[in-house]
């Protein structure tokens, strides 16, 4: 089962910031938060993933709390194009020696950006 | 690169039929993955490889068999297809190590 919690919808005007949370309270210390997107049925796409440092990059800013058991992922300027399903996973990251860097995906946000 | 390709893009079987699923990927990663996502629902993991020769069963795997007789390729095979394996699959691979996880395209399966 999915390890992490997401509000089933979210809407968002054109050009403001999307905030999308999720609950991830059972983490594990050697666990990455990792958010990917799916956009109308296409295969998911990779955001951004963090361990305890909040983390930005051209796509989005990832903010971790300090007891790393809540994250929010943030689209700072969302566009049309930015209407998908968003999961937010927890999972082992880096060298996971021996590891199969499996990924349990929850049913995410379904983000609708509005114009 | 072309990333993760799969074949076909959409199938209609009849209940009973047998088919393959194909997925190939040209960045020389170990680990290989099937899932699938049924209406409205996350993805669930079907079969997984972590290498040519080894394969391991995800959450759903009644109904499926693997292969893996080369890092490009891992097929998914149904040998009786049944209504309730009408789904869409995704086939995605990621370097041991390596953060980023790529997804196919996706095959969209109706069984009836």
């Known amino acids: 089962d999915a390890k992490t919690t997401q509000p089933t919808s979210m809407d968002c005007a054109e050009g403001r910031a999307a905030n999308l949370p999720c609950n991830h309270s059972?983490?594990?210390?050697?666990?990455?938060v990792y958010w990917y997107r799916q956009i109308h049925s296409q295969g998911p796409q990779y955001i951004i993933h963090?361990?305890?440092n909040n983390e930005t990059n051209e796509m989005a800013s990832l903010i971790i709390t300090e007891d790393r058991k809540s994250s929010t992922l943030i689209l700072p300027h969302a566009t049309l194009r930015d209407t998908a399903v968003y999961y937010c996973?927890?999972?082992?990251?880096?060298?996971?020696?021996?590891?199969?860097?499996?990924?349990?995906f929850g049913k995410g946000t379904k983000l609708t950006v509005n114009p | 690169n072309a990333g993760v390709t799969q074949t076909p893009k959409f199938r209609i079987l009849k209940i009973g039929q047998s088919m393959t699923l194909q997925c190939t990927q040209d960045?020389?990663?170990?680990?290989m993955y099937w899932y699938r996502q049924d209406p409205g629902m996350g993805l669930k993991l079907i079969y997984y490889?972590?290498?040519?020769?080894?394969?391991d069963k995800g959450e759903v795997p009644n109904g499926y068999n693997v292969s893996r007789s080369t890092t490009e390729d891992f097929p998914l095979r149904l040998e009786l297809a049944a209504p309730s394996q009408t789904s869409v699959y995704f086939c995605?691979?990621?370097?041991?190590?390596?953060?980023?996880?790529?997804f196919g395209p996706g095959t969209r399966l109706t069984v009836l």
């Open positions: 059972t983490i594990s210390g050697n666990e990455y």
């Open positions: 996973i927890v999972r082992v990251g880096g060298i996971t020696q021996g590891g199969s860097e499996k990924l349990v």
């Open positions: 995605a691979s990621i370097l041991s190590g390596a953060d980023t996880q790529y």
């Open positions: 960045m020389n990663h170990n680990y």
């Open positions: 963090g361990l305890k």
């Open positions: 490889s972590v290498g040519a020769g080894i394969t």
